[in-house]
């Protein structure tokens, strides 16, 4: 706080601006105590700041980056050594002095031959192999082939490669060897939309059986739209009784929803498969009881039924607790003024209470969308095939077909979905309005 | 939700109906939480109530799944329980080594999310802070990104500066994923804090450290054991990054379930489980105890 002299108006000459103790102009010294404490509040958020920039939207970005980034095709990375050696050189310089759609020649072949014995030196022919087989599948073995024999081909290296093998000659795996050449590509951003690029390098749908990504995306869409209605069908009764009860019931009632909050997700997905197996306890308390025979269980686990009932388990506490917060503090007698003025209970509800509550319902509605789309854990335990989830496949395509790119270009599209849902959340609701428990 | 005294027949089968269907619902969230508690003391391998432990036959019920959590991974698990069994329990046992290790990067990283995330609560429920909503948006984000990518990213960015297969990558990974839920808790209870008490303390001589240990930090003090808590759970029930990022040396509980579930789930599996319920049962205890004595302090609630 900047003191501010009060008796200066003898000193002072007439019509100058009210001056603080220490002579300076009251404006200016009220902006700088601003600015201060501006400062002070922001240093004070300054270290997490920096702390979430390194570990979180640096490792983002960085994985952003490499949906359109592939170097296998370029470069060469000694694991041991830590060595970087350019690779497929002179087939790269081939490809800049002709221009797309030329068909290739013998010099390419020179190159491409040339390129091979580079290859089997450095060990690398496998990781371009790789490479292009993203683009154009069972290309890895004619890599991997080709530079076993490349030392002992002699020319012309055309019919000495075609001699290899003919699959050489396939305009479209030149078209991908070109696209590689280049090491910023946008063929991952296609093959996650299930596109490709034909010999002309025109845009195609791929082949009608590897159509597998907008499915999946579609599906992942509907799950959560189907996961986020029953959660709201089971959450808005709950949140309903708990804000009318009194506060001493209803806090006690809410317990029943917060300990499944707490309780570990892993927990929570282990009791799901415990509880629906076929030789489970649902399973067995209806035959038990007569509905279905001990011949006719039904699969209620590993597919999409098993999927949708646990992830609406683990979410329905998202859904209730924006709910709630809604509720609450809705006076009743705007309802009983309806039912007084002759609204019957339904009427009442429809037109005087539920139009109250719709904030709650956006905010519980978008929060479990946005959880449910992304969710990854229990479709991968409970989900069997069917049950998976765009997820699912990016953690496939992480760890098993180790195509990290297309993985990043999928976990991309993904997290441009959910941060399009968002920002929908904070122009809505506000983020500073999520509560827990 | 008494029922009026003039209610009609119709309304009055409903509102039973209503009734019925919300303990409908409460038994859905619940059931699945309390069904692997008596599940855990099967006698038999398997994941349903024998006929023995329908009627109560004590033969029916034993703690030897308990007692494989103990055994599994030990070197020399069949001899005689004497004080050499308990330290190759302690220093063996593959669910023991877990927790060793859940409790203590599930410690550090809550010590740092909630340092880091307490100061930063302080800043930004200060009226003056610049960009106010921008930065929460992305403090907010690690709970709103799906774990999935944040694995993947940091699987990527931890591998090139090294800190892959360590237990500070861990620590500071699990850190990240906390801090969301530290702000919410902390900037919740700084809502209701009353600023002219900063202000009289500083009128009364007292330096801001002074300020903030005497007078801010008592006040808020449930808020931050409320979201330090939050910060834990989150860590301690953490699968994902583990899996991306951690070796062998860091398997954590949540891990070691995993692995049990994917590969052979045993009742083992379930006796963990009913551990974890016990935990998060006093966890929600204290968070709730908490809440209620901070509402009681600020005066937002009647008792």
Redesign the interface.
Known sequence: MADVSLTSPISAPTGAALTTADGKPLKAALASA?AR??R??????L???L??LI?????????LH?SVHNNSFTEHRDFGTNERTPIMTNLGAWFDENPAGTEPDEAAYAALVADLRGLRELRAQGQVGTRINYDVSGTRSLFTKSARRAERLEPPFKEALLDVDEDWADPELWRAMRDASSPYTLNFYLAAVDLTRDETGAVVQVNENRRVYVTLFIRTLLLSALITGLCFL?GF??AH?LA??P?RYS?L?M??????F??????????????L?S???VN?TMVALGIIGDDGRVQMIYNQIGTIIAMT?IL??FMVLPLYSVMRPIDPSYVRAARSLGAS?WTAFRRVYLPQTVPGIGAGSLLVF??A?????TPA?VGGSSGQLI?NL??FH?QDSLN?SL??AL?SL??GG??IL?WLY?RLVG??N???? | MALPKHASPLERIWHYTYLVICALIFLFLIAPILIVIPLSFNAEPYFTFTDKMLSFDPEGYSTRWYDLLLTFGMNAPGAERDFSWWSDAWANAAWIKAAKNSVIIGFFSTILATVLGTLAALGLSRPEMPYRRAIMAILISPMIVPIIIVATGMFFFYSSVGLANSYLGVIMAHATLGIPFVIITVTATLVGFDHSLTRASASLGANPTTTFFRVIMPLILPGVISGALFAFVVSFDEVVVVLFVADFDQQTIPRQMWNGIREQISPAILAVATLLVVVSIALLTTVEFLRRRSEKMRGLSPG
């Open positions: 601003q404490a501006k002070r509040a922001f240093f004070l958020v270290p997490l700041l702390f979430v570990t979180f939207i640096v490792p983002i970005g960085q994985m490499r089971l009764p709950v009784l009318t009860l506060l806090n009632l317990i029943l929803v917060l300990l499944p707490w309780t570990s997700l892993l927990v929570r997905t282990t009791s799901w498969i415990v509880l197996q030789q489970g306890v067995d388990h329905l506490p209970s946005i959880l789309v992304g969710y990854y854990i335990l997820s990016i953690a992480m990290w993985a990043a976990a993904l997290l959910v941060l968002y904070d983020i500073d999520l509560k827990l428990g």
